[in-house]
């Protein structure tokens, strides 16, 4: 028999004996189990066509002579022949080009994996489940996810107990101070309070029907503290004369006209995290990172705090 193969026979037995000794030892292994008879099967049907593919290259090898017309120059001995380049090759290599710029300039950019990617899937999958979770918590539950949104979100301005850290934010415990009611009288408001472009007019937009004249310097002292003392004391008339029309009797507001400045509301607050606040004070920035609930929640817990 030719010893090319007798090799080729001494390799397959070996193969299989190895074979048969990491997959038929194991656990439940080559008696018990008809997947592993067939991976075994496998495994034999790929080591015999390896063994006789290779003979078979060998044998060409071996045996066979090059012939066609060779081109004239030469290489230390070594020449060319002239083949034209076989036409599968040719496309494969045309289309491999295109593909390969295709693949650098969009496909492995855009499909592959990268932290951010799965940082912003996985943030995505959380924030649904925390919607579905939430959607429909109300009360005190509410009240309670605001607080937790507050502590996170808000105390670095408004302080622990959301007094405003000496002025440096709005005090939350009650609606308004008398300097930001005085700074929108003078100045007229323009925040979206009310969740669209609806201003307040300013000092000389601002009539007392009581008197029939713009109002002045005193009235908007009296009516700034009437405001911030809620709704009580000197400056009710003022506050009939001038603000009523808009601001309603109470102070609460009416949609569509004016925001209420005698109690927050879950509304308001929604409004000001979505647009942000320029007042007395400074400037609030907007929340754009809160999903609609969490505005919601905080409204609430705001709104809790000053009953
Ligand atoms: C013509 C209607 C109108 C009149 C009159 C009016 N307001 Fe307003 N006021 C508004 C509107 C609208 C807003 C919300 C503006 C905004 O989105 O910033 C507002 C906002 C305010 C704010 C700001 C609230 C905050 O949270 O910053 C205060 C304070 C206020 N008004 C007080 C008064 C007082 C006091 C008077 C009477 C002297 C008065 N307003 C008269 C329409 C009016
Ligand atoms: C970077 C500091 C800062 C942070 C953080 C901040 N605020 Fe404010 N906030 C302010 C300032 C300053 C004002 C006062 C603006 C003014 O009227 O001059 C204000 C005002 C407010 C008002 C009063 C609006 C009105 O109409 O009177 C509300 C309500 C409010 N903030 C809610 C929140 C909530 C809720 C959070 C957290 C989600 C928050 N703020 C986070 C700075 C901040």
Redesign the pocket.
């Known amino acids: 028999m030719n010893k090319l193969y007798l090799w080729g026979i001494i390799f397959t037995a070996l193969m299989l004996v190895l074979t048969y000794l990491s997959v038929g030892g194991s656990e439940g292994g080559l008696n018990g189990d008809i997947v592993n008879m067939l991976g075994v099967a496998g495994a034999v049907a790929l080591v015999l066509i390896t063994v006789f593919v290779v003979i078979g290259y060998v044998r060409q090898m071996q045996e066979a002579t090059a012939d066609g017309q060779l081109a004239d120059e030469q290489w230390d001995g070594i020449g060319e022949y002239l083949n034209d380049s076989p036409m599968g090759w040719s496309i494969m290599f045309f289309g491999l080009m295109v593909w390969g710029m295709w693949y650098f300039t969009m496909g492995y950019p855009v499909n592959s994996y990268s932290q951010i990617g799965e940082y912003n899937e996985d943030t995505a999958a959380h924030n649904a489940k925390f919607e579905a979770e939430y959607a429909s918590i109300t009360g005190s539950r509410l009240v309670e996810m605001g607080e937790s949104?507050?502590l996170a979100?808000?105390k670095?301005?408004?302080g622990l107990t959301a007094d405003g850290i000496d002025g440096?934010?709005?005090d939350?415990n009650s609606?308004?101070a008398a300097n930001?009611v005085k700074?929108a009288i003078e100045n007229g408001s323009n925040?979206h309070?009310l969740g669209s472009e609806m201003p307040m007019p300013d000092r000389n937009g601002l009539f007392n029907s009581n008197t029939g004249a713009l109002i002045t310097d005193a009235e908007i002292d009296a009516v700034s503290k009437y405001v911030a003392n809620g709704m009580k004391g000197a400056g009710a008339d003022v506050f009939a004369g001038t603000c009523v029309a808009c601001h309603g009797q109470d102070g609460k507001g009416m949609d569509f006209v004016a925001?209420s400045i005698a109690t927050?509301t879950p509304a308001?607050?929604t409004n000001?995290?979505n647009h942000g606040?320029?007042?007395?004070?400074?400037?609030?920035?907007a929340?754009k990172n809160?999903n609609a609930k969490q505005k919601e929640a905080?409204?609430a817990y705001?709104t809790s705090l000053s009953k």
Request: glycine content about 8%.
């Open positions: 949104v507050f979100e808000c670095i301005c408004h440096k934010a709005a939350l609606r308004i930001s700074h925040n309070l925001p927050f308001l607050v000001v995290l606040k320029k007042g007395a004070i400074g400037k609030m920035p929340f809160l905080v409204g705001i």
